[in-house]
């Protein structure tokens, strides 16, 4: 993770996360990773700020590793921190740790881009977009 404090999301395991095995379904952490993002996005600078700039955020890659299996009841923590940030795209990382041991369930790093929600297109990661994101702004 990056040097700044990491945004918290916690989740607790349900029954309808569960697969037939009895641990938390893969595709199910993409959802609890999703959740913990639209928290990242709401502490930096309100929905209602990306909004009334026009603004959206589009993933386009995630790697995700799956490193032990949560089962019903797990209280989790997802940890989310911008890890790089480009002049167009950015990372962000994402621990998934079970609160009761401290041990990590599994980690991501999702690329994405800004968009202007006008155009679609991607916009420069600067000024006070950078700053929104936990960046400097280039001289």
Do not use: C
């Not at 199910?28 to 502490?43: H, T």
């Amino acid at each position: 993770m990056s040097g700044a404090a990491p945004h918290t999301t916690r989740i607790r395991v349900r029954g309808y996360h569960l697969d037939l095995y009895g641990h938390v379904n893969n595709a199910r952490y993409l959802e609890f990773l999703e959740e913990a993002r639209w928290g990242f996005i709401e502490s930096a600078r309100g929905l209602e700020w990306w909004h009334d700039q026009g603004l959206g955020f589009v993933v386009a890659s995630i790697t995700i590793n799956y490193r032990k299996p949560a089962g019903l009841g797990t209280d989790l923590e997802i940890r989310s921190a911008v890890a790089r940030l480009g002049g167009r795209s950015a990372v962000i990382h994402q621990d998934v740790v079970d609160t009761g041991s401290g041990e990590l369930v599994a980690d991501a790093d999702v690329t994405f881009v800004v968009v202007s929600l006008e155009t679609g297109r991607p916009v420069a990661l600067a000024g006070e977009l950078r700053a929104a994101l936990g960046g400097k702004d280039a001289p």
